[in-house]
């Protein structure tokens, strides 16, 4: 099985940003987690992140010439407007799961809404980094 992974903005951040609301790990951390996690499954995760809302939608584009069999995305400040990375996303029929470290449902109202999870077959919300791990429990599970 082959997953990937993409980032959003400010999310190779952490551990510098908000450490509060996004915890104390770094971004080393969160792809050293998803390592371990495609090793003990004998799985591939490909990893991307990118400050840049172009370079999200050309990888989600590229996951479909690369033959991935599931998405998990954290979408960013994007999921509350990116109509494009919905877009992108819609046209991937792969299972895809989006992630936010933080419960986006107690923080500021305009993060109460995603343009993107109404594309995606599930949201995990506020559970820190663990979050990208249940996802990827979740895609397995679907595949299954």
Do not use: W
């Not at 003990?40 to 010439?65: L, M, P, V, W």
């Not at 033959?67 to 046209?91: K, V, W």
């Amino acid at each position: 099985m082959k997953l990937l992974v993409i980032n959003g903005p400010n999310i190779n951040f952490l551990g510098i940003r908000e450490k509060s609301i996004y915890g104390k790990e770094d971004y080393s951390y969160l792809l050293s987690m998803l390592s371990e996690k495609a090793e003990k499954e004998g799985i591939t995760i490909d990893t991307f992140q990118s400050n840049h809302e172009g370079e999200i939608i050309d990888r989600i584009q590229h996951a479909f010439y690369d033959e991935i069999q599931g998405i998990i995305i954290n979408p960013g400040a994007y999921t509350h407007y990116s109509i494009a990375i919905r877009d992108a996303l819609a046209s991937i029929e792969v299972p895809k799961i989006e992630v936010h470290i933080s419960n986006v449902h107690k923080r500021e109202e305009f993060r109460h809404i995603s343009v993107t999870a109404p594309v995606c077959t599930g949201q995990i919300v506020g559970l820190g980094l663990n979050g990208y791990i249940l996802a990827v429990d979740a895609i397995m599970n679907l595949s299954k």
